[in-house]
């Protein structure tokens, strides 16, 4: 059972556009909410991660908006290049992480 | 080498035979993590070390499955009589704090075909 809901699977987007992924919980423990990127071949790496006490993170072209009230947070990335090609996928902790599904976000030249 | 590190990065063994993926985590990363991932799934946890605490094996999915990790460094994930559906990446993280909490570092995978 999947605690951590994403989605959408798939986007594909013109460089500069914003991708936007979405991500729902259930479990109100979940206190860590980070993002993972994965190229392919690779295994995935931190992007950005948020606590549940604030409501928005940016770092660079990338943010997270979170809701607590509605248990979803989100990630935009502003400005996509084509270099952000890659699979991201949300997570959440209470003691262990558990991750959604994975979105494959394409970026067109 | 600074980062997780992985071995084999890829394995094809029959249907039936017991495979072992080894794991060599960041020096001084007291967390270690196991996780599957299969074609079009997100990471499936399987079993969490931390420091000298009992491993939290939750995420096994059956008793053929086993991990042990000596001297709170290196990991092994064993595999016993290999089933087709055990075909998956099995990524090994390890990380500076536990609990879930702080960045994980991955390593690239161990890729596991079972024919």
């Known amino acids: 059972q999947q605690q951590v809901k994403q989605s959408p699977q798939s986007l594909i987007v013109q460089k500069g556009g914003i991708p936007i992924i979405n991500c729902a919980y259930e479990?109100?423990?979940?206190?860590?909410f980070p993002w993972y990127q994965q190229f392919p071949g690779k295994g995935p790496a931190l992007l950005i991660a948020i606590r549940p006490d604030v409501s928005e993170k940016k770092e660079g072209r990338f943010t997270i908006s979170f809701n607590k009230s509605a248990k979803q947070f989100s990630l935009h990335i502003m400005d996509s290049q084509p270099g952000d090609s890659a699979t991201y996928f949300c997570?959440?902790?209470?003691?262990?992480?558990?991750f959604g599904a994975g979105t494959t976000v394409t970026v067109r030249a | 080498g600074a980062g997780v590190s992985q071995s084999p990065s890829n394995k094809v063994t029959e249907k039936g035979k017991d495979v072992e993926l080894r794991c060599d985590p960041i020096s001084g990363h007291t967390a270690l993590y196991w996780y599957r991932q299969s074609l079009g799934q997100g990471l499936e946890f399987l079993i969490y070390?931390?420091?000298?605490?009992?491993?939290?094996k939750s995420g096994l999915p059956s008793d053929r499955f086993s991990a042990e990790r000596t001297g709170g460094s290196v990991s092994t994930l064993t595999i016993q009589r290999t089933q087709q559906e055990d075909s998956a990446v099995y990524l090994c993280?390890?990380?500076?704090?536990?609990?879930?909490?702080?960045?994980?570092?991955f390593g690239e995978g161990s890729r596991l075909t079972v024919l």
């Open positions: 993280a390890s990380s500076l704090e536990g609990r879930g909490v702080g960045e994980l570092f």
């Open positions: 479990n109100t423990a979940f206190d860590y």
């Open positions: 997570a959440a902790s209470d003691y262990k992480l558990s």
């Open positions: 070390f931390q420091g000298n605490s009992a491993p939290d």
